[in-house]
């Protein structure tokens, strides 16, 4: 056994198990992985999750991946061989300028909000963006979606749900809602010239904030919704960095989403399962106790027949003895006698309730 004496300081050992997996940090002290791990929540020191190094390098591998010069996704000046999509949605873009949804409920064109200072690049950045999916080998779709916020409308006596349609990338088994939107501020809107339009103007500011307007300010945004309310990552325009040079990142960013929706749908399934295989075990071990139950208050039922029988037969034992010695003996066909064979006829009921076939139902294999 070694002599050797490790000391820990709570600092450097946060900074090494963070920076390193435990089974390189734990040689170092001369411990095992487990051993350091025990140490560390001894001292406090907070410690990576299972599977927290394997997603790091999996992140690692799909950013580097994203990083080869061969990979790197470049947006052309110029539109040349538009993706089928692009193609197909390019005269809607252009000729929509307000009213964009009622005119995409009708006919599906890409998810493309922006002002048309912007929709030429906007244009090519979605080309550029389609093209390297697909080159990646995931399919991007239009799937028709009701919108939530619109009424149903009642025309020609039917019912017509206004439908518009998502620009969505299938990664394995999650889809992904892309946009491509142009950020806006809110600028307030100046006082009217007009008396009449002041005098309105006026009332509207006095009974709320000062009226504004949405105006684009030139920067686009690519949002990928990736399930509930809320569930979306964003890339965007900055000062330091154009979108055009984001589309790496927004692919890897798409991807580590699947993987990780992937991953936590295996969780769910394996957490389900082992849920389903616990309640199978609390209903077999039930339906044990239960039986257990009646097995036993059978088992109290036989010993009281057997009980009352042998109490049965030693009464008219004594009774047929004391009989005899008032009479010397007993006749066969006296009321005495009678009443004797009807005592032991009793009792034979009797035992025979306590020595029938078992109730219980057959023990349960365990799964």
Request: glycine share 4%; with cysteine; proline share 6%.
């Amino acid at each position: 056994m070694s002599d050797r004496t490790a000391t820990f300081r709570r600092d450097v050992l946060f900074e090494e198990v963070w920076a390193e997996p435990m089974v390189a940090v734990a040689p170092r002290y001369g411990l095992s992985g487990p051993a350091l791990a025990k140490i560390c929540l001894r001292l406090g020191v907070p410690i990576p999750r299972r599977g927290h190094w394997a997603r790091t390098r999996n992140r690692k591998i799909k950013r580097d991946r994203e990083r080869r010069p061969e990979a790197l996704i470049t947006v052309p000046d110029v539109l040349e061989q538009p993706h089928p999509l692009v193609k197909a949605s390019a005269a809607t873009l252009r000729h929509v300028s307000s009213g964009r949804r009622q005119l995409r409920a009708e006919k599906s064109c890409l998810d493309i909000d922006v002002s048309a200072a912007q929709l030429d690049r906007a244009i090519r950045i979605m080309d550029a963006l389609l093209k390297a999916f697909e080159v990646r080998g995931f399919n991007v779709v239009l799937l028709p979606t009701p919108l939530p916020d619109d009424p149903p409308r009642v025309a020609a006596k039917r019912i017509h749900v206004p439908v518009i349609a998502r620009t969505t990338v299938v990664i394995g088994q999650k889809q992904l809602t892309l946009r491509l939107v142009e950020a806006y501020d809110f600028v307030a809107l100046p006082a009217p010239t007009r008396t009449a339009e002041l005098e309105s103007w006026n009332v509207r500011r006095a009974l709320g904030p000062t009226p504004t307007e949405r105006r684009f300010n030139g920067q686009l945004v690519i949002e990928l919704d990736f399930g509930s309310y809320g569930s979306n990552r964003r890339w965007r325009d900055s000062s330091g960095r154009k979108l055009e040079d984001c589309l790496n990142a927004v692919v890897a960013g798409a991807v580590g989403i699947a993987e990780r929706d992937r991953l936590a749908g295996i969780a769910r399934a394996l957490s389900t399962r082992n849920w389903e295989r616990d309640k199978r075990r609390q209903e077999l071990a039930e339906r044990r106790r239960q039986r257990e139950a009646d097995r036993l208050e059978e088992l109290r039922e036989r010993l009281a027949a057997w009980t009352e029988a042998r109490t049965m037969r030693e009464l008219a034992a004594a009774a047929e003895a004391a009989e005899a010695a008032r009479t010397g003996s007993v006749e066969a066909d006296s009321p005495v006698a009678e009443w004797l064979e009807w005592v032991r006829a009793q009792a034979e009921r009797r035992q025979q309730a306590a020595f029938k076939g078992s109730r219980a139902e057959p023990a349960e294999a365990e799964d």
